[in-house]
């Protein structure tokens, strides 16, 4: 519980943004072969959750968006196992929410498995919190999270958070480009900084407290690092030219970033503590789009030293530099996975720019993304979805898209454009 | 292939050095500086608007006199200046050669197709050769800061050849005259 409060502090103290610049996660493709799960609304239950919702709604959109879970019988109250079982779900959550005084409730709930092998209990999950109001969203992700751990075993993002840019084109005024911080949903969504310079490539520090980006204003490229409990910010980088694509290490002691100390933009190291910058790349090619290996032994990077762009990987320790992709005629900016077997990255094929993924192994390059203008790719902490910038209907939008292929979703702005995402760290 | 160019670059320069030596003598007086007044505020940025300076297809005019504010196009994938640019760019070379007290900002962009991060390195090529073709004319490096905005700033909204083509562009700001 006491994490919970803490998420809450956390955003509390960022602007809210005008609810019209909210953006919504819209499922646009699901899957058929997933987990089939009974979510039984909870008894008591209110639409009193932030967003005019309930908390078994929230925890259904999150468990089905994921890919992994059929959610069967939506709003169906029913409590008997054997329904259910005749239904063909494979899980049943159970649940129930009392207030306990003005402001705060207690929400129970119970995940119970109708196959467990006999002898077995069936019960995964018993748990029991107390909230207040505003915390039952939170609440809610967080239960989805131990569903989602118990039943694939591996760790859900449903309290995870995004970044991104949104840019608003108010007619014959000039542009106003926003930082925003969002759930991974794209609830609440809180301002960091507001420019009417370009902002781009948010990156989080591995703690999740930080942000780096890149800002444009008083028309000179520069690195700030931002605190998102405080938005106090620091300056981190302002040399003459380019200063682009900030990349904290893995332990967030160093930042890789792009400079043109030498005329030619190279990948650099810069130690947080000193400041002290160590030279990667020298070469006469666009270098770029630096990012770590979760070991923080090696950096992927992007160059065009062959004539287009291609994805090499930097080694610390031998100083050697390989290229890894060689499917087609443009592959850059990589993102690579948590347990470091596969990069998620752009690639262009037919004029068309797709979200693809690459086996670091076996080399082999799948396209995950086909509307034609895909950029940006960031994965979540758990490796499955990646959440990428994307055009719909003449407007910029985010998708998310899961490393299997299978689902789809998208999350437009109601007004302006959204660009330019990157998925936090695990904040708790 | 490229000597041959270059060879034709600086007959080009001759000749624009010429015309500029005539134009910008006869043309030194404050009541001229600020009769330019109209070309400072230039539209680039303004969504492709066809306010002054620039043809029916919303493209910006560059004026054949120094110091004016300039914009060169650029062709897809491409960061070579067009040789119907050169006359104009000269005229400004030489303006700054021969006024090293006043300074020029670079400002590289780019098309929106491709990645953000990899087309501020396709700007920055395009600011390069500008800046190239300034310091062969005798500019000196300091006269020059160069930022490049990849596809984050663009003239054109819209995915068609058309707006593509408009962002594809060095925009060359003075911040000294």
Known sequence: ?428 | MKKINMMKNILITMAATAILLTASCAKKTPADMSSNGADQSQTYGMNGSNGYGSDSEGFHVNALTAPSNQVYYFGFNESDVHQSDMKALLIQANYLANHTGSKVRLEGNTDNRGSREYNIGLGWRRDQAVARILEQQGVRPGQIQMISYGKEKPAAQGNNEHAWALNRRVVFVYTQK
């Not at chain 1, 129970?108 to 029991?128: E, H, M, R, V």
């Not at chain 1, 994965?379 to 789809?408: E, I, Q």
């Open chain 1, 1 to 428: 519980m006491r994490r919970l409060k803490k998420i809450i502090f956390v955003i509390f103290i960022l602007t809210i943004l005008p609810s019209y610049a909210a953006i919504k996660l819209e499922l646009t493709q699901g899957v058929n072969s997933a987990i089939p799960i009974a979510i039984v609304p909870f008894a008591n239950q209110t639409n009193n959750v932030p967003n005019n919702t309930t908390m078994t709604a929230v925890i259904q959109t999150d468990l089905q968006n994921s890919g992994e879970f059929r959610v069967i019988g939506a709003n169906n109250p029913s409590t008997d196992l054997a329904y259910w079982k005749k239904q063909s779900a494979n899980d049943v959550i159970l649940g129930k929410i009392q207030q306990i005084n003005a402001e705060q409730y207690q929400v129970s709930f119970q995940l119970i498995n109708l196959y467990a092998p006999a002898g077995q209990t069936n019960i995964l999950l018993d748990q029991k919190f107390t909230v207040t109001q505003s915390g039952l969203r939170v609440l809610a992700h967080h239960i989805s999270n131990l569903i989602y751990q118990q039943l694939t075993g591996v760790r859900g993002i449903f309290s995870t958070k995004i970044a991104y840019i949104l840019v608003q084109r108010p007619q014959n005024q000039p542009p106003q480009y926003n930082l925003i911080v969002a759930d991974e949903d794209g609830f609440d969504p809180r301002i960091l900084l507001r420019s009417s310079q370009p902002l781009m490539s948010p990156t989080w520090m591995p703690n999740g407290k930080k942000l780096a980006y890149v800002s444009f204003e008083n028309n000179q490229a520069s690195i700030y690092e931002q605190d998102l409990r405080t938005g106090n910010r620091q300056l981190i980088s302002q040399y003459p030219g380019i200063n682009n694509a900030p990349a904290f290490s893995p332990n967030g002691n160093r930042l890789a970033l792009v400079l043109t100390r030498t005329g030619n933009p190279n990948i650099y190291i810069m130690d947080l503590q000193t400041k002290q910058l160590t030279q990667i790349t020298n070469d006469y090619s666009i270098d770029t789009e630096p990012t770590w290996s979760p070991d923080g032994k090696s950096i992927y990077f992007t160059s065009n030293r062959t004539g287009d762009p291609e994805i090499y990987r930097y080694d610390f320790a031998t100083r050697q530099t390989s290229r890894i992709t060689f499917d087609g005629n443009y592959n850059a900016r990589a993102c690579v996975s948590p347990d470091n077997n596969m990069i998620a990255l752009m690639h262009r094929e037919n004029g068309l720019f797709s979200i693809a993924k690459q086996d670091l192994s076996s080399g082999k390059l799948t396209i995950l993304t086909q509307a034609g203008l895909d950029d940006s790719p960031s994965l979540a902490p758990n490796g499955k979805m990646v959440l990428y910038g994307s055009r719909f209907a003449d407007r910029g939008v985010l998708g998310m898209v899961s490393m299997d292929g299978r689902v789809k979703l998208r999350l437009p702005a109601q007004e302006g454009s959204v660009q330019d995402p990157a998925w936090s760290p695990f904040l708790n």
